[in-house]
C-alpha cells in the first residue's frame, strides 16, 4: 500500500509526521513524500527541513493520501499543479486525508463538496466558502475521505484510518509502539475548553502569522 503526503513551504511538521509515525507501521505500507519539486521543504515556523523525495507525478495514484495542514496551505488553494494531482489522485484512492488545514487543500480541489469536513477551528468559515459543510469534531469520515482538526489530530485520524485497513488490533498495537498515551496538562485544547481571553489572544497572533505567510 502505497501512502502520499505532500509537502510543501510552510508545512506544519506534526501534521504530517504524526500520520507517518503510525501509518509506516502498517504491515506492508510504504509511505512517500511528494511535492510539486523534489526537495527540501520548510516548515512554518522556519526550523525544520523535510524532504520530499519524490514530484507529484512520480506518484499519480496512491492507495492512500494525506494532505498535511500549515500555513503554505494559502498559497496551495491557487496551485492549479498541485490541486490537479490531488483531484485525479482521490478519483483512484482508497483513501484520502487531511489534518489542519489540509482540508481547504482538499475542498479547493473539489474533494469535499456538500460533505461534512473538519479543519483547525480558526478556518471553519473558509473551509464553508470552499464547499465542504464544517463540523467542530476531532475526526470526521464521510465515505473514503476523513479529515482531521488541528495539528495532533492528525494521529488520532491516521489511527482511525489505520484500523480500517488492517483492523482494530493493529491500530492498537501502533498505538501501544508509539505510546500514544495523551494526559495533557491543561485541559485547553480547544475554543470549547479554553477560557475566552485564551482564545483571542492566540487568534489574534494566528491572523498575524497567516498575514505575514501570504505577504
Not at 521543504?41 to 519524490?54: F, N, P, V
Not at 506518484?59 to 490541486?83: F, H, N
Amino acid at each position: 500500500m502505497r501512502i502520499a503526503i505532500p509537502l510543501f513551504d510552510r508545512v506544519t511538521a506534526l501534521d504530517a509526521i504524526g500520520p507517518y509515525e503510525v501509518l509506516s507501521r502498517l504491515p506492508g505500507a510504504s509511505v512517500h513524500f511528494v511535492g510539486v519539486e523534489p526537495g527540501e521543504k520548510r516548515t512554518d515556523t522556519r526550523a525544520l527541513g523535510l524532504s520530499a523525495d519524490l514530484a507529484l507525478s512520480d506518484l499519480p495514484d496512491p492507495e492512500v493520501l494525506v494532505v498535511p495542514g500549515g500555513y503554505g496551505t494559502r498559497a496551495l488553494l491557487r496551485d492549479a499543479e498541485l490541486l490537479g494531482w490531488v483531484r485525479s489522485a482521490h478519483e483512484t484512492s482508497q483513501w484520502t486525508a487531511s489534518v489542519c488545514t489540509g482540508s481547504l487543500v482538499l475542498a479547493a480541489a473539489g474533494v469535499l463538496d456538500g460533505l461534512e469536513a473538519t479543519t483547525h477551528w480558526l478556518e471553519y468559515d473558509l473551509l464553508e466558502s470552499l464547499g465542504a459543510r464544517p463540523v467542530a469534531r476531532r475526526v470526521v469520515r464521510q465515505g473514503k475521505v476523513i479529515t482531521a482538526a488541528g495539528v495532533s489530530s492528525g494521529i488520532d485520524m491516521a489511527l482511525t484510518l489505520a484500523a480500517l485497513i488492517a483492523g482494530d488490533d493493529v491500530a492498537r498495537g501502533i498505538q501501544l509502539a508509539i505510546e500514544y498515551d495523551p494526559e495533557p496538562p491543561f485541559d485547553s485544547g480547544s475554543p470549547a475548553k479554553a477560557d475566552r481571553k485564551l482564545v483571542e489572544t492566540v487568534t489574534a497572533l494566528a491572523r498575524g502569522e497567516a498575514e505575514m505567510a501570504s505577504s
